[in-house]
């Protein structure tokens, strides 16, 4: 296997995704070079193509076991991509869910600025609109259960938060972000630095205890930016003070978290989250780093048993207070 991907503009379709028909092409490269197409025994029917979500198109893929439960909308972390999710997405599968995943603008094989954005809330609308679209097209049964990985978590608990009338039945936060570690001195490089340049080098660090995982990140994934986004840092810090301004929400929530992340600052962020949704329960994991969706084997597994219970019976509001 070789260390590039080939040109995915021929995969790439006006209007909601296609089925899957043939694997033996570009897809099927795609599919084998992450390890996805390892999942597509456990799967009826798998649809893959785009999204038009006006500024951008969001290379987007539905996975369709038989008779799934409900439908489970994943959203992967800053710098992340649909194709490092094939753990998270086979538990998934073999909880009988359907599972939509789909790449962040500027991240992936979605279009737009290599990992940056101007404002958190184009993140959220690319979200309703990929959840739309797929409704509208009989692709997303219900009930709907929304799953973050950390810039993701925020994506999700900021639509959740934002929209008394939610659909979600319940969320899933993962190391979620709310400020990064770090925060209080980075703050002021970011503002010393946002008039002179638009990009900082990006330093790999072993954000999983899973060095292969580590080593595949920082040398042979094509897909992975080489740069930080001093806007992406700009929107993120706008987008720290609008959710102080959110008001609650009784959502069913669990958080996950790993006790030895040293990407987002979880001692600050967990009682936050937990007043912005007093229902939560909250796991934490003493050996666990930041990406926890490609953490070892031992530390994933109970992880992904405790979310898939949750999802399966999640609490209304009344059980989780009481």
Known sequence: MTHSLPDFSLLSHSGPPAPVTDTSGLLGEYLAYYRLDRRLPLTETVYSGVIDAGSWALWTQVWCPPAPRGTVF?????????????????????????????????????????????????????????????????????????????????????????DPETPWQSLCLLAPLVRPLGWNQSRWLH??????????????????????????????????????????????????????????????????????????????????????????????HDHARHHLVNELPDIRTPLFDRLVRFIDAPPTAQEAAS
């Open 74 to 162: 994943v959203v992967h972390g800053y710098f992340d991509h649909l194709g490092l999710y094939g753990h998270l997405l086979e538990a998934l599968l073999r909880a009988n869910w359907q599972v939509v995943l789909w790449d962040l603008p500027g991240h992936g094989l979605s279009n737009g600025d290599r990992a940056s954005i101007d404002t958190f809330n184009d993140y959220v609308d690319c979200l309703r609109t990929v959840r739309q679209t797929l409704d509208e097209q009989g692709l997303a049964p219900g009930p709907w259960c929304g799953i973050g990985q950390s810039t993701g978590s925020a994506i999700l608990a900021t639509d959740a938060l934002s």
């Open 191 to 284: 503002s010393a630095l946002k008039p002179f340049v638009r990009t900082l080098k990006r330093k790999f660090r072993a954000n999983s205890n899973d060095q292969h995982f580590a080593r595949f990140l920082h040398h042979d994934d094509p897909l992975q930016p080489a740069f930080l986004s001093v806007s992406w840092v700009s929107a993120m810090r706008l987008w720290m003070a609008d959710l102080k301004a959110l008001p609650p929400s009784p959502m069913p929530t669990l958080i996950l978290q790993g006790k030895q992340d040293l990407t987002v600052d979880w001692q600050y962020n967990l009682p936050m989250l937990e007043r912005k949704f007093p229902n939560a329960q909250t796991v934490c």
